[in-house]
């Protein structure tokens, strides 16, 4: 029996047991393998992948979703990936087409890199703005590592912080993060929180991916107080940082560069069907990876 062209073999939801397969194909690409951050996302998102016939994976994408299961107020697209050997075929424009039917009129978003921007554009996403993507060691240079010299107090996230953690992400996000927020006591190596007279003002986790630290999300009331919270986050790391910071936020990433961090990349943040992400950019400086928001 003749093998069937990969253009068409079915598009199927992925589990926890493709993580290696996902690993291997974002390796194939020349990505890193994040079996880490593809075990969050599968488990938080819906994965989309198709099957090669000779082992592995073709394509693979994932989708969060944000707000109420049955009606999502938005959804985020990321780790959208086919094969080399399958590459230039069409097979990630049908694997994009579709996980948009399957959205229906959700609202969409994705980090786009140049690369992936030109077949985003065709299918009527538009460039809603940019992030800076910064990697190295960081260095106080004196700053006091609990923040306190900011007037800014942070410490670690406890169990009891996870209902305003909730509230505060919502407020600043403008949808429904729950999938993510509860997931990132596990996934992330930690989270802190900035507070003040017992208030939370903001938070951040920080997580293991291959040999760096990734800072993401990073929610605060104001510029200060996500120092604060990087510093403190970065007093506790042996790797490098990494992170993924709103463009708009010029004094955060002089900051950054300031303390050892180097400029790597550029994304375009794009959108369908919104022409802005809900809630208040001002207080949102990073997201949790650019696979999601």
Known sequence: ?????????????LTLRDLTACADLSENR????????????????????????????VSACVVTRYGPEDRPDLGAIGMVLVAERHARQG??????????????????TLHATPYGRPLYEELG?????????????????????????SGVT????????????????EEVLGTDRTPIV?????????????????RITGYAAVWPNMHTHVVGPL??????????????????????????????????????????????????VMSLGRTELPGDWRRRFAPVTVAAV
């Not at 003749?2 to 253009?7: H, I, M, V």
């Not at 670690?156 to 505060?168: G, M, N, S, V, Y």
């Not at 403190?232 to 463009?247: K, N, Q």
């Open 30 to 57: 020349g990505w890193l393998r994040e079996e880490h951050k593809w075990g969050f996302l599968l488990t938080a998102g819906r994965g989309y992948g198709i099957d090669d016939p000779d082992g592995g994976l």
């Open 219 to 268: 929610i605060a009331r104001d510029t200060q107080t996500a120092k604060a919270l990087v510093t403190s986050l970065a007093a506790r790391s042996d790797r490098p940082l990494r992170t993924d910071i709103d463009v708009r936020h010029e004094e955060l990433l002089a900051w950054v560069k300031e303390h050892g961090l180097a400029s790597v990349a550029f994304n375009d």
């Open 1 to 13: 029996m003749p093998t069937a062209l990969p253009a068409a073999l079915p598009i199927r939801r």
């Open 154 to 169: 942070t410490r670690a996230a406890t169990a009891e912080d996870l209902t305003a953690i909730l509230r505060l992400d």
């Open 125 to 149: 996403f538009k460039v809603i703005g940019r992030t800076e993507m910064v990697l190295g060691r960081f260095s106080p240079h004196g700053t006091d590592m609990e923040g306190t010299r």
């Open 91 to 108: 097979i990630g424009r049908r694997m994009m087409r579709h996980v948009l039917a399957d959205m229906g009129t959700t609202p969409m």
């Open 182 to 198: 509860t997931r990132l006591p596990a996934f992330a190596d930690r989270l802190h929180v900035a507070e003040e007279c017992g």
